[in-house]
């Protein structure tokens, strides 16, 4: 069965430094994964994704995203935090030939000015 | 990104009365639609997928009786909630997907209130 992990409940960051938001996942096989960020009574919002290629995967609004197979790890990273980038973030996985995605638990980022 | 409009928003309903959730994909078609549950501070949990013109597929543990989905067409599906209670207070999200290797794409979510 696939399974994502998000082992931080939040993460602090100073305006300007840098971020990371840590995920880990389970599959059989080659994984699916995605990043999505969550504001408040919102929807979730697609950040980046990797199916295959480079593991370094560049999205939107700065973020980027390393695929470690050995690790079975897709961090989310952003060299330099806005205020704005305050939200909750999902990592997610799907199996090949599954259709639906497997949520993370969630990590609550909070950016200080 | 392509985008998905559910409505309500919000609802507020009374115990004992149905309530009904669309999701629109409004600018693609889309063959798979997800609906997903979350509660307060927690995770999405996956509560059925729909493709268009069969019946949806539940999670277990869901009832498929009270939770009613329709994806009647490839640009709506509909999760009618009936006979809620206050237990049923959620916040429902429904996300869309037209090729299987692609993102899917979330609605806003709707947020169910029962009094």
Redesign the interface.
């Given at each position: 069965a696939q399974s994502v992990a998000q082992p931080e409940d939040q993460v602090n960051v100073a305006e300007g430094n840098p971020l990371t938001v840590k995920c880990t996942y389970s599959v059989s096989g080659n994984p699916?994964l995605?990043w999505?960020v969550q504001y408040p009574?919102?929807?979730?919002?697609?950040l980046l994704?990797y199916?295959t290629g480079d593991n370094l995967v560049k999205g939107s609004y700065g973020f980027e995203a390393e695929f470690n197979k050995s690790q079975t790890s897709f961090h989310l990273k952003k060299p330099s935090a806005l205020v704005s980038d305050s939200a909750l973030y999902?990592c997610a996985v799907r199996e090949p030939g599954r259709?639906?995605?497997?949520?993370?638990?969630?990590t609550r980022l909070q950016v200080q000015p | 990104g392509a985008v998905v409009s559910q409505h309500p928003s919000w609802v507020i309903c009374k115990s004992g009365t149905s309530v009904k959730i669309e999701c629109r994909s409004l600018d693609f078609q889309a063959t798979t639609m997800f609906w997903y549950r979350q509660f307060p501070k927690q995770s999405l949990m996956l509560m059925a997928t729909s493709n268009e013109g069969s019946k949806a597929t539940y999670e277990q543990g869901v009832e498929k009786d009270k939770f009613l989905i329709n994806h009647a067409s490839l640009t709506l599906s509909t999760l009618t909630v009936t006979s809620a209670h206050p237990e049923d207070s959620s916040f429902y999200i429904c996300s869309a997907r037209d090729q299987p290797n692609t993102e899917a794409f979330f609605g806003q979510g709707t947020r169910l209130t029962v009094v």
């Open positions: 699916y995605f999505y009574n919102r929807g979730l919002q697609f994704k199916i999902f259709r639906a995605l497997t949520f993370g638990s969630g | -």
